[in-house]
C-alpha cells in the first residue's frame, strides 16, 4: 500500500519561505500528476499546484510567482518552494499523488502557518 509523508511544515513570517517536502513509499506505481493542495479553517481544501509527469506546472492564481512546484518521478517525490508567504497562506497542506492507473493517494498533511 502506498504512503505518502509530507514535511516541511512550520511557523513562519509575512514574506518568509519554506519548503515543503512529499515522499512516496510502499509501491511501485507509475505517476500520473502530483500535486499539493492546501485547506484554511472552515475552508474547502483547493488545488495549490500540480505537475505531470511530462513536467507539466499548473498553479492556484493566489501563488502564482511565490511558489514552484518540482517533483522526481524516479525517486516518487514531490517538493512545494513557497517564497514571500503571507498570513493567507496558512493551511494545512496536502500532497496528493494520482497514478496512471486511476488511484490516487494522500498525505496525512503539515501545518504551514504564516504571522503578520
Known amino acids: 500500500q502506498v504512503q505518502l509523508m509530507e514535511s516541511g511544515g512550520g511557523l513562519v513570517q509575512a514574506g518568509g519561505s519554506l519548503r515543503l517536502s512529499c515522499a512516496a513509499s510502499g509501491g511501485i506505481l507509475s505517476i500520473s500528476t502530483m500535486g499539493w493542495y492546501r485547506q484554511a479553517p472552515g475552508k474547502q481544501r483547493e488545488l495549490v499546484a500540480s505537475i505531470t509527469a511530462g513536467r507539466n506546472t499548473a498553479y492556484a492564481d493566489s501563488v502564482k510567482g511565490r511558489f514552484t512546484i518540482s517533483g522526481d518521478n524516479a525517486k516518487k517525490m514531490v517538493y512545494l518552494q513557497m517564497n514571500n508567504l503571507e498570513p493567507e497562506d496558512t493551511a494545512v497542506y496536502y500532497c496528493?499523488?494520482?497514478?496512471?492507473?486511476?488511484?490516487?493517494?494522500w498525505g496525512q498533511g503539515t501545518q504551514v502557518t504564516v504571522s503578520s
Open positions: 496528493n499523488i494520482l497514478w496512471r492507473s486511476g488511484s490516487s493517494s
